[in-house]
């Protein structure tokens, strides 16, 4: 069963302790409820990594997955926000180890696969390991770090402008294999997780920039919804890519509501938009959550594609 353990159910469980954080202005023992459940997908994959470490290692040789890996220190990150009135200082500790990691694989990445470029092997998992550091910048107001979280926003943004090229073009140029074709949902999220982490970490905010962003993670978020929803007949892993982009969508369209508000540019037409988006990210998670369950626990769900 733990051999079964898919690597991308790290993108679940970032997907699911995200909605946690979502939900919270709705209920907080809905975001507990969250945390468990992605506190239990991070126990599955742990184990994973203690009985079988060579699978691990095999799935970094691959651009999906090694790109897929980043997923992993950014669940912590969120993670380590739900700890921290448990544990205190130790969640700082699991804050600071999560972002060394996500270095280390943006190094690893760049090594093996930016700088022996083929077109051919990029894939939208690259957004996740580049731009994807950006969470830092998200939840670094708990730590009373956003110095440094503005930085991870501008390491983000500057590097999802040229990604942002490359990736749509080979998508533009080459077929995807059917197993990856629900990694498509990831365009939804680059740009989304941008804006959070723009509100949450950076102090003195332009207005025109904000919606700048917004514009284009509206475009990108519409085309990945409307990719999304054809491809849900067959369960993939891949699948893991319709939690997380959707959920941080409706996050920062939630922020650049109120944000824009602060700056006295109220956009009171965004909460209808606001709650659309919190229920399909919810229903998302929902959704691909229980297949990851069925297809562990019952096998039946389908066969794992790469």
């Not at 995200?18 to 126990?43: D, H, K, P, W």
């Not at 060579?54 to 799935?59: G, L, N």
């Not at 994807?132 to 110095?147: Q, R």
């Not at 073009?169 to 080459?174: E, G, I, L, N, P």
Request: hydrophobic share 55%.
């Amino acid at each position: 069963m733990i051999k079964k353990v898919p690597f991308p159910i790290c993108g679940v469980m970032l997907g699911t302790a995200a909605l946690g954080n979502l939900l919270q202005s709705y209920s907080e023992t809905v975001r507990n409820i969250c945390g468990i459940l992605a506190a239990f997908l991070l126990v599955l994959i742990l184990l994973k990594l203690v009985k079988y470490p060579s699978t691990i290692k095999e799935d970094l040789d691959t651009p999906v997955m090694a790109g897929v890996a980043a997923t992993f220190p950014m669940a912590l990150m969120i993670l380590s926000t739900y700890v921290k009135p448990f544990i205190g200082q130790g969640a700082y500790f699991v804050w600071i180890f999560a972002i060394v990691l996500h270095v280390i694989l943006i190094v690893y990445f760049t090594a093996k696969f930016l700088l022996k470029y083929d077109q051919k092997k990029v894939f939208t998992t690259w957004f996740i390991v580049y731009v994807g550091i950006a969470v830092a910048g998200v939840t670094a107001p708990a730590y009373g770090k956003t110095g440094f979280g503005a930085a991870t926003f501008w390491f983000g943004l500057i590097t999802l402008i040229p990604l942002l090229v490359i990736v749509i073009k080979r998508y533009a140029v080459h077929p995807l294999p059917e197993p990856v074709k629900p990694l498509s949902g990831i365009f939804a999220a680059p740009m989304s997780l941008c804006i959070a982490a723009y509100i949450q970490s950076v102090q003195v905010k332009n207005f025109t920039l904000l919606m700048a962003m917004f514009v284009v993670a509206t475009v990108l978020y519409v085309y990945s919804l409307v990719v999304s929803l054809g491809l849900l007949k067959k369960f993939y892993p891949s699948f893991a890519g319709f939690t997380f982009p959707f959920v941080i969508s409706a996050i920062a369209t939630k922020q650049t509501m109120a944000c824009s508000a602060l700056m006295g540019h109220p956009l009171p037409w965004l909460s209808n938009i606001v709650l659309a988006e919190t229920v399909i990210a919810t229903a998302f998670v929902a959704f691909v959550y229980v297949k990851y369950m069925v297809f562990i626990f019952a096998g039946n769900a389908g066969h794992e594609g790469k």
